[in-house]
């Protein structure tokens, strides 16, 4: 049986990483881009919504390898 690339925990540190991640691009965000709303104005932080993106992802795709 081979070692899942992730623990249950690293997963869920890496999906939280990449939300608290985006909330920071929000706040940031949120005073140049005043026509959208908060939440959505996370998206214009360019490279930084990317890696948050991937935190997301590799959370999630550590918690599928675990328990498939």
């Known amino acids: 049986m081979q070692k899942p690339p ?3 925990w690293q997963s869920c540190a ?3 990483l990449g939300v608290i991640l985006y909330l920071v691009d929000c706040l940031f965000q ?3 881009h005043p026509d959208v709303s908060w939440i959505q104005s996370g998206m214009y932080s360019g490279w930084g919504f990317l890696f948050d993106v991937a935190c997301v ?3 999630i ?3 599928a390898k675990l328990f498939e």
């Open 6 to 8: 992730f623990t249950f």
């Open 14 to 16: 890496m999906i939280i």
């Open 30 to 32: 949120c005073r140049t």
């Open 57 to 59: 992802l590799t959370g």
């Open 61 to 63: 795709y550590g918690l």
